[in-house]
């Protein structure tokens, strides 16, 4: 089993910035792609940045340019620098961690945590 415990959200003003970090444990595969996705309320959850083991990265198009992903292999932890921050942003953020193991597909959620940006 994998765990994933999502830290560093809070309240914020436009134009400040946050950190998110997520810590993951357990049994898991090393060439993973890890991730945050965001949901705010009444809408879908949509993409916000993900990164492979390798290191390529992939952004949402709403914050290309504002938020910066990372990773360190070696603490099995995934960060999201966010920056210019939006009340746009206010939703909640839920990391993720997936791979493929020969015939299977993995893919875990952490508990998400809450970004609320006041303008």
């Known amino acids: 089993q994998v765990q994933l415990v999502e830290s560093g959200g809070g309240l914020v003003q436009a134009g400040g910035s946050l950190r998110l970090s997520c810590v993951a444990s357990?049994?898991?595969?090393?060439?993973?792609?890890m991730g945050w996705y965001r949901q705010a309320q009444g809408k879908q959850r949509e993409l916000v940045a993900t990164i492979t083991s390798g290191g390529m990265t992939n952004y949402g198009d709403s914050v290309k340019g504002r938020f910066t992903i990372s990773r360190d292999n070696a603490k099995n932890t995934v960060y999201l620098q966010m920056d210019s921050l939006k009340p746009e942003d206010t939703a909640v953020y839920y990391c993720?961690?997936?791979?493929?193991?020969?015939?299977?597909?993995?893919?875990?959620w952490g508990q998400g945590t809450q970004v609320t940006v006041s303008s």
């Open positions: 993720n961690a997936n791979w493929n193991l020969l015939a299977s597909k993995y893919n875990y």
């Open positions: 357990g049994s898991f595969f090393n060439r993973n792609h």
